[in-house]
């Protein structure tokens, strides 16, 4: 298995919604990333996770909160989100050492905030 | 910190070859790397050097030169399908992560 799956594919949500997103790979990687990424930019590192701990956090407010229960899965919160996050949302894992360089990512959920 | 310059765009015809270049400036240096991205799509990866020179893959070619701060992927016998993003990445020793440069846009053209 070669993949990472995310969920959902879309979500739209209001202002002082709560909603998760999830992310899931079973390539026995041990870094798991997530980006965000608008239209026409690259994607933009939010956080990594490196054997499960929180390694990377580019200063991401607070409103998103990541999660690795296992690894396997990441989720990532959202709480009382601004229209300007709406991005596509990506996530990404990859094996340690010069595997950092090669990553896979998941398909992405397109997050619409009203 | 990191940065990397790429051109934004690039239009080719059907079966050329086109080249993509990509300089960077980091504080250390681990590898860069490319990948691709379609309309709509995730990104994927194409190639990664770490030494100096050419690595083949199949219809792709990525270059590598350290001492010039310097790269470039090379497509050949190009097809509509190769219409897409492309973005170079580099990633700084002791940082298990990469920055990506901000895409060049290629066009494949009948």
């Known amino acids: 298995d070669t993949e990472v799956t995310q969920t959902p594919k879309h979500l739209v949500m209001g202002m002082t919604n709560k909603k998760s997103l999830k992310c899931e790979q079973h390539m026995g990687h041990r870094a798991m990333y997530w980006y965000k990424q608008k239209a026409k930019k690259p994607p933009e590192l939010m956080f990594v996770y490196s054997y499960e701990k929180l390694s990377i956090n580019e200063s991401v407010p607070s409103r998103f909160s990541p999660e690795c229960p296992n690894s396997s899965l990441l989720n990532l919160h959202l709480h009382a989100l601004q229209p300007e996050d709406s991005a596509l949302y990506l996530c990404a894992s990859s094996q340690g050492g010069t595997g950092f360089n090669e990553q896979f990512f998941g398909p992405g959920t397109r997050l619409t905030v009203l | 910190g990191q940065s990397l310059e790429q051109p934004s765009e690039v239009t080719a015809v059907e079966g050329a070859i086109v080249q993509i270049n990509c300089t960077y400036q980091t504080s250390g240096f681990y590898g860069l790397s490319w990948y691709q991205q379609h309309d709509g799509g995730a990104p994927t990866f194409l190639s990664y050097n770490a030494l100096d020179g050419l690595e083949e893959t199949g219809r792709f070619s990525s270059f590598l030169s350290r001492s010039d701060s310097y790269g470039y992927l090379l497509l050949q016998e190009l097809q509509m399908k190769d219409s897409a993003s492309y973005f170079c990445?580099?990633?700084?020793?002791?940082?298990?992560?990469?920055?990506f440069g901000s895409g060049t846009r290629l066009q494949v053209q009948p």
């Open positions: 990445a580099v990633r700084d020793t002791g940082r298990r992560a990469l920055t």
